[in-house]
Nanobody
């Protein structure tokens, strides 16, 4: 059974930095991509960053140049380095692994809360 566990969330001041980690237990076959999503209070969930099996990355316009996604495939781990945080980044951040099966299978963590406030 596969389980994703996020860590690294917490309270930070505006302009500060934080690194999120997500590790998957067990083995996930045919991983196509790993990513981070977030959902702020009263808003819909949105894609923050994604990294494919080939190593290409994509970022939401709102976080580009501030956030960096990376991975450690042997450890089934994905990271999100967040710099220059602002209050608009406050949200619950969710880890996602996508397996290219028939049909496509998405695995989700339970989320970690990031609060940016002075």
């Amino acid at each position: 059974q596969v389980e994703l566990v996020e860590s690294g969330g917490g309270l930070v001041q505006p302009g500060g930095s934080l690194r999120l980690s997500c590790v998957a237990s067990g083995t996930i076959f045919s991983i196509n991509a790993m990513g981070w999503y977030r959902q702020a209070a009263g808003k819909e969930r949105e894609l923050v960053a994604r990294i494919t099996s080939g190593g290409s990355t994509a970022y939401a316009d709102s976080v580009k140049s501030r956030f960096t996604i990376s991975r450690d495939n042997p450890k089934n781990t994905v990271y999100l380095q967040m710099n220059s945080l602002n209050p608009e980044d406050t949200a619950v951040y969710y880890c996602n692994f996508r397996a290219m099966l028939s049909p496509v299978m998405d695995y989700w963590g339970k989320g970690t809360l990031v609060t940016v406030s002075s």
